[in-house]
C-alpha cells in the first residue's frame, strides 16, 4: 500500500519471459504454478481510464499530469511448482503491491494473473474464494494475528471459515501446532507470545488448509536477527517435508539469498531482473542490479554445481560434497586438505568433481561479478 | 433462561390455580364488569394523586374490574389520554393544567369527569417562625415594611427580600403583584416543585428566613408550620382590569386564585366500562381528608397501598354510593 | 526538545501572524463591546422580534398534523407507529412476566398470581451461576462475588420486584441500541458516502436534551414502556455508533486481508474477524450504551417505565434524599453488573472458543438451582419476596447527614455562594447578554476559521444564526454562561487533580471509582442536597453542572498525563530540566491534544446537564424545553432542543479541529 514508487524513477522493462530467467531445463519445461503477465496497478484519480486507454504504452510524462502513479509497471514473472519464488525491493519498489495483485487482493489494472492456467483477475468471485480457501495460504508481516483468538482458535480459523465441524479443524490445527512447535501454547492469547512466537502462529495457520501456493510478504522483517534467522532455518525446514509453491517477498537480500531457488528484483514497480541467486551475482542485468549485489560474497552463492568438472574416474576423499551446496558451505572441507573433491548429487551417486583450487579463489574472492 | 422445565414444573399448578381463582371470583361478585380489558389509571409522582388513583383503583377491583396502574408525567400525559394509553386520571390542577386539560378536551378524545371536591390553594407562605421579625402578618400590608423585606433578604437580594416562586412555567404572576403591591420582595424562581421544597426544609431546619410559594394539598403545610399571607381575594377582573382593587393602574394587585382538582378519562372508554366512568365521575375527595392521608404516606412512611386500602375499608358507607350502577 | 519546539514555532511564524491578528482584534472587540454595543443600530445588538422565523410554532404543528391526521392510504401513521410500538413491547412485557410479575387470574380484587416470577433467591443463584459461565476460571469468581453482593442490596432494602422492572427495560433498550447501533457504524464504514452525515446526526442526537423529543415520543408511539424504549435508545444509540465506526476502522488491514486470503465470506469476514477484532473499541461502546440507558431510568419512569426511577422521582418528591440515595445506589449496582458481565459475554464470544471448562456443568446446576429456589419460595414466601419488616434502610442516617450539614456548615457555604454569585456569575452573566448578537456570530465565525479554515468557520457561523433567527438568543447566552463557567471551574478543579491521580494505578483506580459513581447516580439524587445548601438558582446550577462535568476532565487528565512518552520525560531528565520546566515543555505539549478531548467531553456533559439545571431555577435553553413539555408544544421543544445541539455542535467542531492540528504538530495521536 505504502510501496509508491517515485514518479522519477525510470528503469528498463525486462521481459520475466526473457531467456535468462534461472529456470533449469527441468523446470522450465513444467507449466507454471502461477505466472503473471504485463501486470500494471496505477493509483491516482479515475485511474480506471488507464485499462480502456491503454496506459501500457503511455508516456511517464502523460502519467504524471494526470496525476497516475504506477505502483506496479509492466511486469511478468512465472513461478514454478515447488519453487522458492523471492521477490526482493527495497521499501517502494512494489514488492506489496505486487503480492496483493497476485492474490488479488488489490484489482490490477492491466494484465493477467494465471493460475494453474485459470485467470484470477477475471475469474468468477465464487471459484476465486475457493482457490483462496483450499489452494492457497498467506502469511503477513505483522502477522495479523486476531487478538481476541487464541492460537489454536487463530490457526483453526480458515478451517472454521471452510465450514469444518469443530472437531475435525481443531484436531487439524493442534497438528499445525506441534508442526511449528508451539505444542503447549495453543490456549495462550496472541498478546502472551513473543514475536516470533507469534509469525509461527502465523506459519501454522497459513498451513493449515495445506495450500498448493504459499505467499509470505516479509513475514520476518518486524523480528529481530537472531529469531529472524531461526524462523528462516525453520521455513527451510518446513519447505524441505512439505514441498510448496512459494511466493516471498522480503528487502533483505540476505534472506533472498539464503531461502531463494530464484529472485525477482524490483525497482520502481518494475521487475529488473529474475534469476538464481548465483546468476544475480554472477550476472546483474543493470547497473542497480549490480550495485544491490555487490556486498554479496560470491562463495554464499556460487553452487558446487556451476564450478564442478564431469567425474573423470573415482578419486579418493572421504569427503564427498553436495553438488547444490554453496561453496560457502563447503568451506571447511575446502580447507582441511589437497586435491580435487567428488560431487554427488542428492542420491548420493557421484556427478563429478570440483577443483579445490578453483573453489578456494571464489571463497577468497571478495565479492561481487565473475 | 430455563423456559421448558419452568412450564413442566408448574403447569399443573398453574391449572388448579386457575380453576380456584375463577370460582372465587364468580361466587364473590354479583356484578359482570362490561368488558375485561384492564382499565389504565395515570398515576403521578405527588403522593395526593398516588393515593387518589389507588383509591379509585381498589374500587373499580372491588367491582371486578381489572386494574393497572400507569407512572405519567403530569404535562406529558395528554397524548397519552387522547389514545386511549390510559384510562383514567384523578388529579387535574386548574392551577397548572388548565390550559392543557381544555386543549384536550376540545379534540373529543378526552372527558372532563369533574372537580373532585379537593382545591388547590397557592399563595405566599413563611415558617411560623417569621412571624417575630415581621409584626403584622399574616395580613399583606405587613409586607410593605423595608424592615420586613429586609428580614427576608438573601445576600444577593438584600435590602429587598427573597421570594422564592414557582417553576416559570407555572405562572402565577408575582412579577405583577411585587410591584403592583409595592412590596420590597425581588423575585426567584425555582426549577421545580423538589427544589422549592428542599430548600423550604433547610430553611425550617436553621430556622432561617424563607418566603416562598406554597400549595396544597401537599405534605409541607403538614410537616411546617406556618402561614399563608393573606392577600386581597382574587377576582377574575383583579387579573385583567387595572382599575380593579387597591392599586387603580395595575393588574395584580390580590392573592392568587384557588383552583379546582379534577379527573379526567379516555372518551373512547367510556363505551367500554361506563359503571366505571359512572364511579370516576362520583368519585369525591376533599382537602381536609386527603392531607392526613399524605401525611401518613409521606411523613410517616406508611405505602400508598396501605394508606388507600384504608380509607376504602373504613369508609365504605362514603364510596358505596358512588358505585350505584354496579347494584351495590 | 525546548529548542526543537520554539524552532518549529518559529518556523511557521508567518501562518501565526494572522491567526494572531484576529485574535487580538476579537479580544479588542470583546473588550470594548459595551461601547460598540452604543454604536451599533438597534437590530444589530438585539436580535430584532419581527425577524424571528416562526420555526417553533410551525414544527409544533407538522408534528401534531403528522401525528393526529397524516395517512398512508387508509392507515394513519400515528396507527402504524403505535402498531410498532406494540410489537416492541411484546418482549418487554414477557421478560416482566418472567422477572417482575408473574402470570395473575382472576379479575377484579380477586386477582391472584398463579405463577410467581422469578423468585429472588433462584434470580441471585441464575445470576451467579451466568457469570461464573462467562467469567471464565480467571474473572468468574470476582464477577460471582460482584453479583451476588450487589443483588443482596437490591433484596435486603427492598427493591428487588422494582429493579427487575428496570431491569427489563434496560436490557431490552440496552440490547436495541447496541444492535442498531452496531448496525448502523458498520454501514457508516461501509458506505463512506453516508459516513459524515451519520455522525453528524449521532452528534445532535446525543446532545439534544430527552425533554424536546418526549411529547413527540409520546404522540407517535402511546404511553408505556415502549415510549421510553425509543427515547432511551435514541440517547444511547450514538456512543455505540461511534464506538463501532472508530473500532472497524481500527481493525488493521493487514488482518482483513488474511480475512479475504482465507476465503471468508463478506458475512464471515464481519462477524468472525472485524467486529471481534475491533470488541475493545466495541466494549467502550457497549459499557458507553449501558451507563447512557441508566441514565435514562428515571426520565423512562416519568413516561410509564415505572421501576427504580419511580422510586427514585417519589422519594426526592417528598425530599427522603436517603431513600431516592439508596435507590439511586440499586441503580448504580445495576448499571455495574450489567456492564461487567456484558463486558465478559463479549469477551468470550469474540475469543472464538469453546467457554473454558471449569468442570461445572452450568447448565444442569442452573436447572437445579431454579428447581431448588422456586420450590423453597413456593413453601416460605420470603424466598420469594423479602417481608417489608426485614428491610433494611439507611435513608434515616442520610438524611440526618445532609441535615447536619445544612445546620452547622451553611454559614460559610452561603457566603462562598453569596461571593460567587454577586462578584463573579453576575456580572458574567450581564456582559454576556449585553454582547451584540453580531460581534457573537462574527466571533464564533472567527474561531471557526482559526480552528479549521473557511468552511468550518461558515458553518458554525450559520448555527449560531440559527439560534438568533428562532429566537432563543438569551437562554441561549444564559446557557453559554453557565456552561462555559461550569467546564472553567470543572477543568481548574478536574485537570490539577487528575494530574496529580495520574502518577499512580492504585491512586487512578479509585478516582475511576468514583467517577463512574459520579456518572450513573441520578443526578437529582445529589442536585436536591445541594438546593437545600445553596437554594434555587444559579449557583445550584453551577454545582450540578461541575460535578457531573468534572469527571471527564478528571478522566482525560489522567488519562493524558499518563500517556506522555517516556523517552521525552527521559530526555527531559537528561538535559536537566526542572520539574516546572519539565511540565511545561515535556509534558504539557505531549498532553494537550488528549487535553482539548477532555475539554471537549467536558463541555458535552456541560451542556448534558443544561436541561438538569432547568429544574434548579436557571432561565436557560434547559428551561425553555420544561416550559414547552409542561406546556405540550413540542415544535418550541424540539427547536430549543436543537438549539442546545448547535452550541455543543460549534464546541465540538472547532475543538476537534483545534485537537486535530495540535496532534499534528505534536506527533502524538489524540
Known amino acids: 500500500m505504502t510501496d509508491k514508487p517515485a514518479p522519477t524513477a525510470s528503469v528498463l522493462p525486462f521481459p520475466a519471459a526473457a531467456p535468462s530467467n534461472g529456470l533449469s531445463a527441468a523446470r522450465a519445461a513444467a507449466e507454471p504454478a502461477l505466472s503473471a503477465r504485463n501486470l500494471w496497478k496505477v493509483f491516482g484519480v479515475e485511474a480506471n481510464a488507464f485499462a480502456i486507454e491503454d496506459g501500457t504504452a503511455m508516456p511517464a510524462a502523460e502519467m504524471a499530469r494526470r496525476g497516475w502513479v504506477a505502483a506496479i509497471r509492466d511486469a511478468s514473472i512465472d513461478v514454478m511448482p515447488g519453487e522458492v519464488f523471492v521477490i526482493m525491493g527495497l521499501s517502494g519498489s512494489g514488492k506489496s503491491t505486487m503480492i496483493r495483485c497476485l492474490t488479488k487482493l488489490i484489482e490490477p489494472t492491466a494484465g493477467k494473473v494465471m493460475f494453474h492456467g485459470r485467470d484470477l483477475i477475471a475469474m468468477p468471485e465464487k471459484e476465486l474464494t475457493e482457490i483462496r480457501r483450499t489452494r492457497m495460504g498467506m502469511v503477513f508481516q505483522n502477522f495479523a494475528l486476531l487478538p481476541n483468538r487464541t492460537v489454536l482458535g487463530n490457526i483453526a480459523l480458515p478451517l472454521e471459515i471452510q465450514g469444518i465441524d469443530r472437531a475435525r479443524r481443531e484436531a487439524k490445527a493442534m497438528e499445525m501446532i506441534e508442526l511449528v512447535g508451539l505444542k503447549g501454547r495453543e490456549n495462550r492469547f496472541p498478546r502472551e507470545l513473543s514475536g516470533g512466537q507469534q509469525q509461527r502462529v502465523g506459519i501454522a495457520r497459513s498451513l493449515a488448509v495445506d495450500p498448493e501456493i504459499w505467499f509470505l510478504d516479509e513475514p520476518f522483517s518486524a523480528l529481530d536477527p537472531l529469531i529472524r534467522s531461526d524462523l528462516q532455518d525453520e521455513l527451510q525446514r518446513l519447505q524441505k517435508a512439505l514441498a510448496k509453491t512459494i511466493v516471498f517477498i522480503t528487502h533483505d537480500l540476505d534472506e533472498a539469498i539464503k531461502i531463494a531457488d530464484r529472485i525477482a528484483i524490483m525497482e520502481g514497480g518494475s521487475v529488473v531482473q529474475v534469476a538464481t541467486p548465483e546468476e544475480l551475482v554472477t550476472r546483474p542485468a543493470n547497473d542497480y542490479v549490480a550495485r544491490f549485489v555487490a556486498k554479496v560474497p560470491r562463495a554464499k552463492v556460487t553452487r558446487v554445481r556451476s564450478l564442478m568438472a564431469p567425474a573423470t574416474g573415482s578419486i579418493l576423499s572421504p569427503d564427498p560434497v553436495r553438488a547444490e551446496a554453496t561453496i560457502t558451505e563447503i568451506g571447511p572441507i575446502l580447507v582441511s586438505g589437497t586435491g580435487p573433491l567428488p560431487v554427488v548429487d542428492e542420491g548420493g551417486r557421484m556427478v563429478g568433481t570440483l577443483d579445490r583450487q578453483a573453489a578456494l579463489a571464489v571463497l577468497g574472492g571478495r565479492a561481487g561479478a565473475a | ?328 | 526538545m525546548a529548542l526543537a519546539e520554539t524552532g518549529r514555532m518559529g518556523g511557521m511564524g508567518w501562518r501565526v501572524a494572522p491567526t494572531q491578528m484576529a485574535l487580538m482584534a476579537a479580544v479588542l472587540a470583546l473588550a470594548a463591546s459595551p461601547v460598540l454595543a452604543g454604536m451599533l443600530p438597534a437590530a444589530l445588538v438585539d436580535y430584532p422580534k419581527q425577524a424571528v422565523i416562526g420555526l417553533a410554532a410551525f414544527t409544533g404543528s407538522w408534528l401534531t398534523w403528522l401525528a393526529r391526521e397524516a395517512a398512508i392510504g387508509p392507515l394513519r401513521i400515528a396507527e402504524i407507529t403505535r402498531g410498532l410500538a406494540n410489537v416492541v413491547e411484546a418482549p418487554i412485557a414477557l421478560l416482566n412476566t418472567l422477572f417482575a410479575e408473574g402470570i395473575q387470574a382472576g379479575r377484579g380484587d380477586q386477582v391472584r398470581t398463579v405463577v410467581p416470577p422469578l423468585s429472588w433467591l433462584a434470580g441471585i443463584g441464575l445470576a451467579a451461576l451466568l457469570a461464573h459461565m462467562v467469567g471464565g476460571r480467571q474473572a468468574g469468581p470476582k464477577l460471582v462475588a460482584l453479583i451476588v453482593v450487589g443483588l443482596l442490596y437490591i433484596v435486603l432494602f427492598g427493591f428487588w420486584t422494582d429493579a427487575m422492572f428496570t431491569l427489563t427495560n434496560v436490557i431490552i433498550s440496552a440490547v436495541a441500541a447496541i444492535a442498531l447501533g452496531i448496525w448502523i457504524g458498520t454501514k457508516a464504514v461501509t458506505h463512506p458516502r453516508i459516513a459524515a452525515p451519520v455522525e453528524g446526526l449521532m452528534n445532535v442526537m446525543q446532545t439534544v436534551p430527552v425533554f424536546s423529543y418526549l411529547v413527540p415520543t409520546l404522540l407517535f408511539l402511546g404511553y408505556g414502556p415502549s415510549a421510553a424504549l425509543v427515547a432511551t435508545v435514541i440517547y444511547a444509540l450514538p456512543p455505540m455508533v461511534h464506538a463501532t465506526m472508530l473500532g472497524l476502522r481500527g481493525v488493521p488491514p493487514e488482518v482483513v486481508e488474511f480475512g479475504r486470503m482465507a476465503g471468508a465470506s463478506p458475512r464471515a469476514l464481519f462477524w468472525k474477524i472485524r467486529l471481534p477484532v475491533a470488541l475493545p473499541q466495541l466494549a467502550i461502546g457497549i459499557n458507553q450504551t449501558i451507563m447512557a440507558c441508566l441514565n435514562m431510568v428515571v426520565i423512562a419512569s416519568m413516561i410509564g417505565a415505572g421501576g427504580l426511577g419511580f422510586l427514585v422521582l417519589t422519594a426526592l418528591r417528598k425530599l427522603d434524599i436517603g431513600g431516592a440515595l439508596q435507590a439511586g445506589i440499586a441503580i448504580v449496582v445495576l448499571a455495574v453488573i450489567l456492564d461487567r458481565l456484558s463486558l465478559a459475554a463479549a469477551r468470550l464470544a469474540a475469543s472464538g472458543t469453546r467457554i473454558r471448562s471449569t468442570g461445572i456443568p452450568h447448565g444442569r446446576l442452573a436447572l437445579g438451582w431454579f428447581a431448588l429456589a422456586s420450590i423453597a419460595a413456593l413453601l416460605l414466601p420470603a424466598f420469594q419476596s423479602w417481608p417489608k419488616e426485614l428491610t433494611l434502610t439507611t435513608a434515616p442516617f442520610w438524611n440526618g447527614l445532609v441535615s447536619w450539614i445544612n445546620i452547622h456548615w451553611f454559614e460559610p457555604l452561603d457566603a462562598f455562594r453569596s461571593f460567587t454569585l454577586i462578584h463573579i456569575m453576575n456580572p458574567v452573566k450581564a456582559y454576556l447578554l449585553d454582547l451584540p448578537w453580531t460581534l457573537v456570530i462574527a466571533l464564533v465565525m472567527l474561531g471557526g476559521w482559526m480552528a479549521g479554515g473557511a468552511r468550518l468557520g461558515l458553518t458554525v457561523g450559520a448555527m449560531a444564526l440559527f439560534i438568533a433567527a428562532t429566537g432563543f438568543w438569551d437562554p441561549a447566552v444564559t446557557s453559554v454562561y453557565l456552561v462555559g463557567l461550569g467546564t472553567l471551574l470543572s477543568l481548574i478543579i478536574g485537570l490539577p487533580f487528575g494530574y496529580v491521580v495520574s502518577r499512580r494505578q492504585s491512586w487512578r483506580d479509585a478516582a475511576s471509582l468514583v467517577l463512574d459513581t459520579l456518572q450513573t447516580l441520578p443526578t437529582l439524587v445529589y442536585l436536591l442536597p445541594a438546593v437545600m445548601v445553596f437554594r434555587n438558582g444559579d449557583f445550584s446550577a453551577l454545582v450540578a453542572i461541575v460535578s457531573y462535568a468534572i469527571a471527564p476532565a478528571v478522566r482525560y487528565s489522567m488519562h493524558a498525563f499518563a500517556g506522555v512518552p517516556a523517552e521525552r520525560l527521559e530526555l527531559a531528565a537528561m538535559v536537566g530540566a526542572s520539574r516546572w520546566q519539565t511540565f511545561k515543555w515535556v509534558r504539557l505539549p505531549a498532553a494537550f491534544p488528549t487535553l482539548l478531548l477532555g475539554l471537549n467531553q467536558t463541555i458535552m456533559l456541560a451542556i448534558a446537564m443544561l436541561v438538569i439545571t432547568a429544574l434548579v431555577g436557571t432561565r436557560d435553553l434547559g428551561q425553555q424545553v420544561f416550559i414547552a413539555l409542561s406546556r405540550a408544544k413540542p415544535g418550541d421543544g424540539i427547536i430549543a432542543g436543537l438549539c442546545v445541539a448547535a452550541i455543543a455542535l460549534i464546541a465540538d467542531m472547532c475543538l476537534k479541529a483545534w485537537a486535530r492540528r495540535a496532534a499534528a504538530r505534536n506527533g502524538v495521536e489524540a
Request: proline share 7%; aromatic share 12%.
Open chain 2, 1 to 328: 433462561m430455563t423456559g421448558r422445565p419452568f412450564w413442566k414444573t408448574c403447569m399443573p399448578k398453574l391449572l388448579v390455580s386457575l380453576a380456584a381463582a375463577t370460582a372465587i371470583s364468580s361466587a364473590a361478585q354479583a356484578f359482570e364488569p362490561e368488558s375485561n380489558d384492564p382499565i389504565i389509571i395515570g398515576t403521578f409522582n405527588w403522593s395526593s394523586a398516588m393515593i387518589n388513583s389507588e383509591i379509585a383503583g381498589i374500587i373499580l377491583q372491588k367491582l371486578g374490574y381489572t386494574v393497572e396502574y400507569l407512572p405519567m408525567d403530569d404535562s406529558a400525559r395528554y397524548p397519552g389520554f387522547e389514545a386511549g394509553d390510559a384510562t383514567f386520571a384523578l388529579e387535574t390542577w386548574a392551577t397548572t393544567q388548565k390550559i392543557n386539560l381544555e386543549t384536550s378536551v376540545a379534540t373529543g378524545k378526552v372527558l372532563d369527569l369533574g372537580e373532585t371536591g379537593m382545591q388547590a390553594k397557592e399563595e405566599w407562605w413563611y415558617p411560623i417562625y417569621m412571624k417575630e421579625a415581621c409584626p403584622g402578618l399574616p395580613n399583606w400590608e405587613a409586607l410593605k415594611d423595608p424592615k420586613c423585606g429586609e428580614a427576608f433578604a438573601a445576600p444577593e437580594t438584600a435590602p429587598k427580600g427573597r421570594y422564592l416562586s414557582g417553576p416559570v412555567d407555572w405562572g402565577g404572576g408575582d412579577v405583577e403583584r411585587v410591584a403592583a403591591l409595592g412590596l420590597p420582595f425581588e423575585v426567584v424562581n425555582a426549577g421545580t416543585d423538589a427544589g422549592m421544597f428542599a430548600e423550604l426544609q433547610a430553611a425550617y431546619e436553621r430556622k432561617a428566613p424563607i418566603m416562598m410559594w406554597v400549595y396544597a394539598p401537599h405534605w409541607a403545610p403538614a410537616k411546617f408550620e406556618g402561614e399563608w399571607v393573606d392577600f386581597p381575594d382574587y377576582e377574575d377582573a383583579c387579573y385583567t382590569d387595572p382599575a380593579w382593587g387597591g392599586n387603580p393602574d395595575a393588574t395584580h394587585d390580590c392573592g392568587k386564585p384557588e383552583g379546582w382538582i379534577k379527573k379526567m378519562g379516555w372518551a373512547e372508554g367510556e363505551k367500554k366500562w361506563p359503571c366505571a366512568y359512572e364511579v370516576v365521575r362520583n368519585f369525591k375527595m376533599d382537602n381536609a381528608t386527603i392531607q392526613p392521608l399524605i401525611g401518613a404516606v409521606d411523613l410517616d412512611g406508611k405505602t400508598v397501598t396501605e394508606v388507600a386500602q384504608g380509607w376504602v375499608d373504613a369508609n365504605e358507607a362514603v364510596w358505596k354510593p358512588w358505585a350505584a350502577c354496579a347494584g351495590l
